[in-house]
């Protein structure tokens, strides 16, 4: 048994190195992510258009340019919200109109413009709460003046949606710098 | 019941040799019950020469004049089943056989409360710092996870995330530092995740061992930190079919875990032995004292197939398993952005009252664990003997993000399938002279392979050789050990070009260092020893640190890797006193562990700013830092049936660089604990207190957490357990009550500490049935 057993032990030593294959990744099937590269505010009144969009190329934050977002005095928009993973080639916020009871836009304005700006949501879900797809920006009357509009949507998961309150997850959260003319 | 040639034990013979050379050699070794301690007055008889010996109070014995060639031999002790096999005794020097008894049956009587038996024999255990858990300890313990198992040794605490996952943290070290073996394989897992818990079912342990701090000489590069090892009982032989049922019952998440464990040896064959056990557990949601923490149930499969056949001073050994597992993530822990984790930390509790369930919903982690082993060992002419093991194993696990955008819910974010396959080949000398000594070398072989989505970690493959040996010498009252290993480990990774995205990249990475290690006992007199202890370690950079990029969900962290990051290495040095007479045994241990090259997450200067939100940046940085502690255990017969244990540790991580202290050390802590056994003609019962004091870790670096360390906090713990006559057999029952009082706490080492409470109360109720010959 001895003598059987020796030439065993070595002859299971060798088999070693060509056990695993190469583990050069598939570039079209591996590694897949979800990445949010694009964030646009589409704003319309009295026939002229107005955009402001946050750019995010590589997704991870790396080329981030958020643009500023100019505003006439006294005016008010119709707005929507794009939101694109330019990556997967992927409509995000037509997701997000599919799962619209799971979320909502939330639109904060701030700094010294703050009092000058109003949001309204108008869209609604199944359960007649706000989503924010679609609002109206209303800009009171007065002179030039700097702010920002915070936008953010908030996933409620398991957190009720009440239409009021955010969650703990959020998907988006981007501050546009504003420009009142 | 499978002979074993152990290291440690032939250190001990060693003392006993003698002048070789003559033609009549001798047969000596130590007897121990399975549970490891030794066994004095066993008769140690060679049939056909009518040549014998009787243990002494340390176990060994001695018979001369045995002429070289097989010999049948056998060992009888009361109360233990007699022990027959075939000692093979070289021509040039003694035959050492260590071997393992069994009781008959777990006799009531023989449960009385003493520290004698094992004298000696802890004293000189190892110049490292060691605990072991032995057999007898885990039938109380049967049915509990394994961290919750580790974390009551000194010096040992676990990193958790929710009631599901906690890894050990040994010294303050864990994951890629800290190595778990499982029947003598270490397990290849994603081990570089702190939420990643090692694949082991802890009802198959009959043994563990924790080495705290580097054992890389005898281990490899992962063994910087620490080594555990899990062992199942040794294989029985000769024996009728038996087994055991394990049941356990948890009131807090309703969990039930189960374990059927059947073994035999035919009569007809001797030296072979089987064992098949399978294991199972289901949980649903912990609660707090307050509240119940959604989606933190588990439900887990293990399978466990194993045989061994020995003839004389050749065997071998096979073992399959299967570890497998899904595990809830408690959804409150899944945040967006920074804002989100302060606004869940703001307000101190989950946002949703959740009601119990036993459902696992996404976030959850879906983990199978497979490993193939084959071992043997012959002696070569001259007595030493060849050992080689091969080994393989796969890890798949999947994780499922709480909710999939635009995709099948039931696809994960990602998965990944780790596949090792792993040998040695070492030669245990036999003893020369004072010395003896084991030399050999090892190889792996890795691949890492990302699912069809997502991608965390880049595929890589990696090939590991190392060559190693070994050397102790044992003179009068001194033990030396000294070890030395060379390891070169080659990778190739392809991560993304532009990190997240672009096109794959291969990138190559070539390591190649020493371990080392030499350490000394000195025995002061009969009930005194002190150890001393100095090593070498080094481990190579993991393949998160050098191409992680992305949020690391939980704690809205950005964590970013570092391609061009060096080799991490670990000075350190033990000194470790210990104590043993018939009132109390106990041991305390010093150490420093001054590490260059340290790879830790420094966070950057600036948030990383996306749309989703800022999330801090933090980069895997090399280190000079500095781990100091001391940790230590004492059991003392206070008399009248009591017996009191303490065990206390400390460790204190700093940046040598900044003075700063390291994130995430464990606190300072001690345990107390206090039982007394009765023991009545039908039964016999163990009653025992435990207090758990865990100071506040106030060694942080003020405002680079988002959370300031969790307080100190105190725990109490009651243990019933019993023997008992049911049946026909003698069953073992225990009754626990784990954080008795009910009190609120958060350990620094949980990750869910931003978010919630530790489990409050539970109750457990466990009961291990021996049927057929284990009766």
């Not at chain 2, 080392?516 to 998160?544: C, D, E, F, M």
């Amino acid at each position: 048994m001895k003598r059987l057993l020796i030439p065993a032990l070595l002859a299971l030593l060798l088999p070693v190195v060509s056990a695993c294959d190469s583990s050069e990744p598939d570039d079209h099937g591996a590694g897949e992510q979800e990445f949010i590269t694009r964030l646009e505010l589409r704003l319309t009144a009295g026939g002229r258009t107005v955009t402001a969009a946050a750019v995010d190329d590589d997704g991870d934050g790396t080329g981030l340019e958020i643009d500023e977002l100019v505003l006439d005095a006294g005016t008010t928009y119709t707005g929507t919200v794009v939101v694109l993973d330019e990556i997967n080639d992927e409509d995000v916020a037509a997701e997000i109109q599919e799962e619209a009871d799971e979320h909502q836009f939330f639109f904060t304005p701030g700094g010294a413009a703050a009092s000058r700006m109003s949001v309204v949501v108008t869209d609604r879900d199944a359960n007649a709460l706000p989503i924010g797809l679609a609002f109206t920006l209303t800009v009171s009357a007065g002179g030039g003046a700097q702010g920002t509009l915070n936008v953010a949507l908030s996933h409620f998961d398991e957190e009720p949606k009440d239409g009021t309150s955010r969650s703990d997850e959020t998907d988006i959260d981007v501050t546009f710098p504003v420009t009142i003319r | 019941m499978a002979l074993r040639w152990v290291w440690r034990a032939s250190l001990l013979a060693a003392c006993f040799l003698s002048v070789t050379g003559a033609r009549a050699q001798s047969v000596l070794g130590i007897v121990r019950a399975r549970s490891g301690e030794p066994l004095e007055g066993v008769h140690v008889i060679l049939p056909e020469s009518h040549r014998g010996a009787v243990t002494g109070a340390d176990g060994s014995y001695r018979i001369d004049g045995v002429p070289p060639g097989d010999h049948e031999i056998e060992f009888r002790h009361v109360g233990y089943a007699v022990l027959r096999t075939i000692v093979w005794v070289p021509d040039d020097g003694p035959a050492v056989l260590d071997v393992a008894l069994e009781t008959e049956s777990v006799r009531l009587r023989d449960i009385v409360v003493t520290a004698e038996g094992h004298a000696g024999e802890m004293l000189v255990r190892a110049s490292r710092s060691v605990s072991v858990i032995s057999t007898a300890d885990l039938a109380e313990l049967q049915g509990r996870a394994l961290g919750d198992i580790l974390g009551r040794l000194p010096g040992v605490t676990t990193l958790s995330t929710g009631p599901s996952i906690a890894k050990p943290v040994i010294r303050g070290l864990h994951s890629q530092r800290v190595l778990v073996l499982q029947d003598g394989v270490g397990l290849e897992g994603q081990q570089w995740g702190g939420e990643h818990a090692p694949e082991i079912d802890p009802f198959a342990a009959g043994r563990i061992e924790v080495v705290r701090g580097a054992a890389s000489v005898e281990y490899g590069a992962g063994a910087i930190g620490g080594v555990v090892r899990v062992d199942p009982p040794d294989l029985p032989e000769s024996r009728p079919i038996g087994g055991t049922l394990s049941l356990r019952g948890f009131s807090n998440n309703r969990q039930g875990a189960a374990s059927l464990m059947v073994e035999g040896g035919p009569r007809g064959l001797p030296g072979l032995g089987w064992r098949a056990r399978v294991s199972g557990r289901r949980a649903g949601d912990s609660s707090t004292p307050d509240y119940v923490l959604g989606n933190t149930g588990f439900e887990e499969v293990d399978v466990n197939l194993a045989a061994g056949y020995h003839r004389g001073r050749n065997g071998m050994h096979v073992m399959a398993s299967r570890f497998s597992t899904t595990l809830g993530l408690f959804k409150g822990a899944h945040i967006g952005n920074v804002d989100d984790l302060l606004r869940a930390i703001e307000r101190g509790r989950p946002s949703v009252e959740y009601a119990f369930t036993w459902d696992i919903a996404p976030p959850k982690q879906d983990i199978v664990h497979d490993i193939l082993l084959w071992r043997g060992h012959v002696a070569l002419p001259g007595g030493d003997v060849l050992e080689s093991s091969v080994g393989y194993q796969s890890n798949r696990r999947s994780e499922f993000d709480a909710h999939a955008r635009g995709r099948d819910a039931e696809e994960p974010a990602f998965s990944l399938t780790l596949r090792s396959v792993s040998g040695d080949l070492k030669v245990r000398m036999r003893p020369r002279g004072s010395w003896i000594g084991v030399a050999g070398i090892s190889w792996q072989d890795q691949s890492n392979r990302n699912g069809e989505s997502g991608f965390l970690i880049p595929n890589y493959h990696a090939i590991t050789g190392g060559a190693f040996a070994l050397a102790s010498r044992i003179s009068g009252t001194w033990t030396h050990e000294f070890g030395v290993r060379l390891d070169r480990r080659w990778m190739e990774a392809w991560p993304r070009e532009r990190l997240s995205i672009g096109p794959f990249v291969r990138r190559t990475h070539e390591w190649t260092s020493m371990s080392a290690h030499a350490g000394t006992i000195r025995k002061l007199g009969a009930h005194w020893s002190l150890a001393a202890q100095a090593a070498l370690a080094w481990r190579p950079p993991g393949v998160n640190e050098l191409y992680n990029f992305g949020v690391h969900h939980g704690t809205a962290q950005f964590e970013v890797g570092d391609p061009t990051l060096g080799v991490e290495r670990g000075r350190s040095a033990d000194l470790t006193l210990r104590h043993e007479d018939e009132r109390w045994t106990g041991e305390v241990t010093a150490y420093v562990n001054r590490m260059s090259g340290f790879v830790h997450l420094v966070p950057e200067a600036e948030p990383r700013v996306t749309i989703r939100g800022s999330f801090p940046s933090f980069r895997y940085t090399n280190a000079d830092v500095r781990l100091a502690g001391a940790e230590g255990s004492l059991r003392v017969l206070l008399g009248w049936g009591f017996v009191a244990d303490l065990s206390a540790s400390v460790v204190r991580g700093t940046d040598t660089a900044t003075d700063d202290p390291l994130v995430l050390m464990p606190a300072d802590r001690a345990r107390f604990g206090l039982s007394r056994t009765w023991v009545g003609d039908r039964f016999d019962l163990e009653a025992g207190l435990t207090v758990q004091t865990v100071a506040s870790q106030a060694r942080f670096v003020a405002g680079a957490d988002f959370a300031n360390p969790p307080a100190g906090y105190r725990i109490v713990g009651l243990d019933l357990v019993s023997r008992f006559r049911a049946l026909g057999r003698t069953l073992t029952g225990t009754l626990s009550a784990d954080n008795l009082l009910n009190t609120p706490y958060r350990d620094y080492l949980s990750r869910y500490r931003y978010f919630v409470d530790d489990p409050g109360r539970t109750v457990s109720f466990g009961l291990l049935v021996p049927f057929g010959s284990a009766r």
